[in-house]
């Protein structure tokens, strides 16, 4: 299986794992494979595996998010330079095996490699299991920011360690 294949696979294990949570977040067609597609190109496409299979899918992006620029709350940084995580799945039968750890490792490695002084991601009201996630790893509560199809829960961490 390619790559494409398999992230539109995670990304579709995802999507029906949040409408059983009762979650409209990704229910409405986003993300489909046109945005896979694109996180593959621009190498911002990112798999967590157990050395043999693709476990998780993540994009991990440092071009910014506009929507970010607004937020009923306030961010932690001054927002310079930062790597936002888009895109979060896990295979189905991998949640609650302490994944969620290894992937936020994997995205602080990328976004300290690149130089970035933090990491910023957002989750819809109802999505309570990556709430706790995201504060289990580390990630504070800095407020609400707003998009087309709805508002979400703006989550940052700050970096440290090498270059920072």
């Avoid at 977040?25 to 945005?35: A, K």
């Amino acid at each position: 299986m390619d790559q494409l294949s398999t992230a539109v696979d995670l990304i579709n294990d995802g999507k029906q794992y949040l409408k059983e949570q009762g979650s409209d977040q990704w229910q409405t067609g986003y993300p489909d494979e046109s945005d896979i597609r694109e996180d593959i190109l621009h190498e911002r496409g990112y798999f967590v595996t157990d050395g043999t299979q693709p476990l998780a899918y993540l994009c991990i992006d440092f071009g910014g998010e506009p929507a970010y620029s607004q937020i009923k709350g306030q961010w932690l940084t001054d927002g310079s330079f930062y790597g936002v995580i888009h895109r979060l799945a896990i295979r189905n039968g991998q949640r609650g095996k302490g994944l969620s750890g290894s992937i936020f490792r994997l995205a602080e490695e990328l976004c300290k490699n690149q130089g970035a002084k933090s990491i910023r991601v957002d989750t819809d009201e109802k999505n309570t299991i990556m709430q706790h996630i995201m504060q289990k790893n580390g990630f504070t509560l800095c407020g609400t920011i707003f998009f087309a199809g709805g508002d979400k829960l703006a989550f940052e961490k700050v970096l440290d360690g090498p270059g920072l």
